[in-house]
């Protein structure tokens, strides 16, 4: 089935550094990936959408500036948050869509996760 | 706009049992749903989705789901409940044509032995 990987999956980091997490596909095309939060006990909030080759796109109250999002490659998307403070410290999930078989489905597969935590 | 309800936060059923999670959504046009699972500090799991077709969908390790359109609902069933089915259970929905999957809250499913 259709793997997404993502590193680190935790990282701890001081506040004012940034911080980068590794988005990848690794047995299918993801021509989309899609970046999440997700704080305690909540649900999953989208961030932005991830076009291969093109800006993401990203939802009403996320900062660009903040959370930049690259996807260089078919399989590979990362989030960088700049500047890191303490509340940003969250659980950040990324999805990708598989269009040689997804298309028709809409099934995204998820990554693992990764728990930043900004001191 | 899109949306999804569970209106129960957590769902205690006792090993054995059988067991619901509630999921209504609310879409414009052609709704596709989907069950994911999360176990603790985890990614989501796909279970079962709803495209087209067959009301009645069969998903991984047991767990099945009807979609009913003129309830709009798409309810999580399994016959027999496992402690190891006790996660975080979220319903979710895509309308088609468009990209954004909206997820519900999620509701804690306890399996008790």
């Known amino acids: 089935g259709a793997v997404v990987s993502q590193h680190p999956s935790w990282v701890i980091c001081k506040s004012g550094t940034s911080v980068k997490i590794e988005c990848r596909s690794l047995?299918?095309?993801?021509?989309?990936m899609f970046w999440y939060r997700q704080f305690p006990k909540q649900s999953l909030m989208l961030m932005a959408t991830?076009?291969?080759?093109?800006?993401?796109?990203?939802e009403q109250g996320v900062e660009k500036d903040k959370f930049l999002i690259n996807h260089a490659s078919l399989t590979l998307s990362t989030l960088t948050v700049t500047s890191a403070h303490p509340e940003d410290s969250s659980f950040y999930i990324c999805?990708?869509?598989?269009?040689?078989?997804?298309?028709?489905?809409?099934?995204?597969?998820f990554g693992p996760g990764t728990r930043l935590t900004v001191t | 706009a899109q949306s999804v309800a569970q209106p129960e936060d957590q769902v205690n059923v006792a090993e054995g049992n059988p067991l619901t999670v509630k999921c209504t959504y609310s879409?414009?046009?052609?709704?596709?749903l989907f069950w994911y699972v999360q176990y603790p500090n985890r990614g989501l799991q796909f279970l079962l989705k709803?495209?087209?077709?067959?009301?009645l969908v069969k998903g991984s390790y047991g767990f099945e789901a009807e979609f009913n359109k003129s309830q709009t609902s798409f309810h999580l069933k399994k016959p027999s409940a496992l402690v190891s089915d006790s996660a975080l259970y979220f319903c979710?929905?895509?309308?088609?044509?468009?990209?954004?999957?909206?997820f519900g809250t999620g509701t804690r499913l306890l399996v008790s032995p």
């Open positions: 879409v414009s046009g052609n709704p596709y």
């Open positions: 709803y495209i087209t077709g067959d009301n």
């Open positions: 999805s990708a869509r598989d269009y040689g078989t997804g298309a028709l489905s809409y099934e995204q597969y």
């Open positions: 979710a929905v895509i309308r088609a044509g468009f990209q954004k999957l909206v």
């Open positions: 047995d299918f095309q993801a021509t989309t």
């Open positions: 991830s076009n291969e080759g093109s800006k993401a796109t990203y």
